[in-house]
Each structure stands twice: as C-alpha cells, then as structure tokens.
C-alpha cells in the first residue's frame, strides 16, 4: 500500500474541521465527535457494499468517497475537490490512522449484524460483513463458524486471499472449502 502524504494532509484537515464543526454545533460531544465519524464510515461502507458477492478494494475507495462528500468542508472544498480519488483511496487503505477505534467499531458492528440475522442471507449479502472480513483478522472463520451453527454446508469465499494480505498485514492461509 503506497502512503499519499498530500491526501492525508487534506484528510487531516477535513476532519479535524469535521471534528470541530459537530461539536460547535452541539450535535456531537468532543470525546465522541471521532466515534460518530468512524461509525458514519462504516454505514456509507456498508451501504455501498450491501449485495456485493465479494470485497472489492474499488467498492470501498466509492465509500470513502461518498462518505467524505457527507463532511462539512468549508473553506477546504476545492482542496477536497481537487484531489477527492486520492483522499478516498488515502482513508480506505489507512482508515485505522484517522479512525484509531475503527477496528473496534467495526467488530461490535459485525457481532451485532452476526447475533441479530434472520438467515443466512442477512449476513452474505451485509456489506458490513464484507467490510469486516476485509478488514479484521479472524472474521472469515467467525462467518464460517457462525454460518455451521445455523446448519449451512457451505463457505463463502468473502475476500481474496491477496486482498487480505495488503489490507491486514499477514501472510493468510489459502482459500479452501473446509464445510462439505
């Protein structure tokens, strides 16, 4: 993953003024003005993803577009503008580093659509479940293991083994149908 040092200084600025404009307007407290942001990414990241067959990186780098045109930008509009494919690419391959609790978010997201789906079609087709096995280490197995409970004989192949490895970090261990 290649780092843009231009994107994130724009990112920085957009959401630090983000920050600061939720809690000016009383809408949001400080201490949860990034927790409000981090979740408001994961929804436009579920949104956009939601019926998609497999994580792809371009569905992703579209939310973090969409997202960040939600934002209040000011006087940093044309900044944003200018150069809004690299911010959104920039957040989606770095998202921990502007949102230090997304992980955490994102896993009680995932737990809460895994304990509160109706059927197996609730959890394949949610995008947060794409985002989390995209995003999280262990997930795809947590699916798999949660999908068994509910007497289903087959695995989804969520996302590539390459994705994960640039996306998390460690080295995974093939794809390979382990439910018969």
Not at 90 to 115: D, E, G, H, I, W
Request: glycine share 4%; proline share 3%.
């Amino acid at each position: 993953m290649t780092f843009d040092d231009k994107a994130h200084a724009i990112l920085q600025d957009v959401l630090d003024y983000a920050e600061e404009r939720l809690t000016r307007e009383g809408s949001q407290a400080p201490d949860s003005a990034t927790t409000y942001l981090t979740l408001e990414y994961i929804n436009a990241s579920r949104g956009l993803m939601s019926h998609a067959s497999q994580y792809l990186e371009s569905d992703e780098w579209a939310a973090a577009a969409i997202f960040l045109s939600t934002l209040p930008w000011g006087r940093l509009k044309q900044r944003l503008d200018r150069n809004s494919s690299a911010c959104a690419r920039q957040l989606a391959r770095n998202t921990c580093l502007y949102f230090p609790n997304f992980r955490l978010l994102l896993r009680l997201s995932l737990l809460q659509v895994l304990s509160s789906a109706e059927g197996p079609e609730t959890i394949r087709w949610n995008g947060i479940v794409l985002l989390a096995a995209a995003s999280l280490p262990g997930v795809r197995a947590d699916i798999r293991r949660e999908l068994r409970r509910r007497g289903l004989a087959w695995d989804v192949t969520l996302v590539g083994d390459l994705i994960m490895e640039k996306r998390i970090g460690y080295q995974t261990s093939p794809n390979v149908t382990l439910l018969s």
